[in-house]
């Protein structure tokens, strides 16, 4: 008993964060991850250490899958016994991810192993109610029974309270950041540099981006354009060949971190045009990089996007309001750099990662903190 106190008192807390793909195949989520994880190599002071955990690998079809799956249980069987201060941080959306989570929450539920709830769905509550009522009575209680739960806008902390009934006092809004890429490195270029990152397909608004691209308005303008992600990437190129756009859109497929990052160093304009998101760390990035964005006022976006002052928003779906957009920026330098300033001081301000980590950990350590009085107490 001695022994296991003074691993108490000598190692940092440990958080687990359980991301289905981890830092290199879960998406935005496990992007985010990795650079908590790259801050806190960079000298971001902390009294935590944070590991990821990949509950997947690339695929669920993966023969492995299942395997990795299997070892998160381990692993929190594990903690629970080792003496030392864990707390399992499960990153929870909807659909397959809800039912994953439900069995490592339960598990841990039953070791007595403390664990947090980090949502980062686009339309969690819509998920939530198309599920049978003994889903929803199993998900209420995985929710109830967190130490803590974090959301990324007041949209998801209204399901959380009122779908969920989940008292207030138990989340944080949480928004994601990302690293700063430095100030923007001014070129000169013959064309617009039009740029999407993300997985092609009709959620992120793809099909009206091509329809933007191709109409009139656009057609004789001086732009190219790059469709960066993995998706319906053939269907696409079919697509553009069609409409004669071959040679103005470049679709590339998925591209890894440093190589997007390269991409929005030579681009003008980040466009999104979503129809749901929670917080999309593509938008984060290119205001980060000084780019003008266009996206949609959806999830947490207009919480903190300002139409014409750091952004265009544009409505979801509408390829023509889409297309007016683009001109603008295409036609406008002034507007265009007026923009993008704009949206990187809102970044600085606003999203930097050692901001995040130190606000992750504040409420992470008042869990701690409010763990080691009880146990004092009893």
């Known amino acids: 008993m001695e022994g296991r106190e003074r691993s108490r008192t000598c190692a940092k807390p440990l958080v687990r964060h359980h991301i ?16 908590v994880l790259d801050a806190k190599g960079t000298g971001t002071d902390s009294d935590f250490e944070h590991k990821v955990v990949d509950t997947r690998g690339t695929s669920w079809r993966s023969p492995r899958a299942p395997l990795r799956f299997l070892a998160a249980f381990g692993l929190i069987a ?16 909807g659909r397959g991810s809800t039912v994953r989570k439900l069995l490592l929450s339960r598990w841990a539920r039953l070791l007595r192993a403390p664990y947090v709830l980090h949502l980062h769905d686009y ?42 009934e989940v008292p207030t006092a138990s989340i944080t809004i949480l928004r994601n950041c990302v690293p700063d890429p430095g100030p923007r ?13 993300g997985r092609l397909g009709p959620r992120k608004g793809v099909p009206e981006l091509i329809e933007a691209l191709s109409g009139p308005g656009l057609r004789h303008a001086s732009w190219c354009a790059t469709l960066a992600g ?60 000084g780019l003008a964005v266009i996206t949609t006022r959806v999830g947490a976006h207009g919480e903190v996007l300002i139409d014409g002052e750091n952004c265009l928003l544009v409505p979801p779906g509408d390829a023509e309001a889409l297309a007016c957009a683009l001109k603008r920026l295409i036609d406008d330098d002034a507007l265009r750099e007026r923009l993008a300033e704009a949206g990187r001081k809102l970044y600085l301000s606003r999203f930097g990662m050692a901001d995040y980590v130190t606000a992750l950990e504040a409420s992470l350590g008042e869990l701690v903190n409010d763990a080691a009085t009880e146990a004092r107490s009893t």
């Not at 339309?123 to 009522?133: I, L, Q």
């Not at 440093?258 to 917080?279: M, Q, W, Y």
Request: aromatic share 8%; proline share 3%; charged share 20%.
């Open 78 to 93: 594990g903690d629970a016994f080792c003496g030392r201060i864990v707390l399992q941080q499960f990153h929870i959306a």
């Open 185 to 197: 490195i001014a070129r000169v270029h013959p064309q617009t540099n039009i740029l999407f990152l």
């Open 123 to 164: 339309a969690y509550e819509e998920d939530f109610e198309r599920r049978p009522p003994w889903q929803q009575k199993m998900i209420r209680a995985m929710f109830q029974q967190a130490e803590q739960i974090f959301v990324l806008g007041q949209r998801d902390l209204g399901t959380v309270w009122r779908s969920l």
């Open 20 to 35: 289905a793909g981890g830092t290199e195949s879960g998406g935005g989520i496990g992007r985010l991850i990795g650079y």
């Open 230 to 289: 993995d998706g319906m990437v053939t269907q696409y190129r079919d697509e553009l060949a069609q409409l004669g756009l071959s040679d103005h859109v470049h679709l590339p497929g998925w591209v890894s971190t440093e190589a997007a990052s390269e991409l929005r160093s030579k681009a003008d304009i980040l466009v999104l045009p979503s129809h749901a998101e929670g917080f999309a760390m593509a938008v984060l990035e290119g205001l980060a990089a």
